[in-house]
């Protein structure tokens, strides 16, 4: 059995990016372990019971595997973001907060704006998204007047009012 396994590992180590993988599910799997363990210890006559409801609960029916995918969707595509700002050179570790103002912003929308119609949620999704972009847009024109500044040193006074108009 143990020369099964290390076969299996020593096939998967030869693969660069599958170790990555490999990493990470291992990571999770020692988590969710952690998690287990510190549930034995504090209460250990439910821990068992506590932690399959914790695992396969979300699956029992549709309307649990709905509220997982609603719930989960807006992370992953932040996120999603957040990756992609990280691969054009951006810096962006507002994006979770960005997120929350723009959901805000659009449930008010579609509360409280019912003159529009059908069209309400549509006008709530778009005010949430121009929030999010003009607060996404104040840091890359900062950086871009920061990079603007040190190629061309002039005053930061003079510059300040007219910095998002370059952008």
Sequence with gaps: ????????????????????????????????????VIMIIVSPQDAFSSFSQMI???????????????STVPIMLTGL?????FRTGLFNIGAS???????????????????????Q????VMAGMMVVRCGGRFPACSRRFEM????????CSTMWPFMCRAC
């Design 1 to 36: 059995m143990n020369k099964l396994w290390t076969g299996v590992l020593d096939a998967v180590a030869k693969k660069p990016n599958s170790i990555n993988i490999l990493s990470s599910f291992m990571a999770a799997f020692a988590g969710v372990l952690l998690g287990l």
């Design 56 to 70: 396969f609960g979300p699956f029992a029916n549709m309307r649990r595997i709905g509220m997982v995918v609603r």
């Design 81 to 85: 973001s957040v990756a992609f700002a």
């Design 97 to 119: 907060g960005q997120m929350m103002i723009g959901g805000v912003l659009a449930i008010y929308v579609g509360i409280h704006w019912t003159f529009l119609g059908n069209f």
């Design 121 to 124: 949620w549509v006008v709530g």
């Design 148 to 155: 603007s500044m040190r190629s061309s040193p002039q005053s």
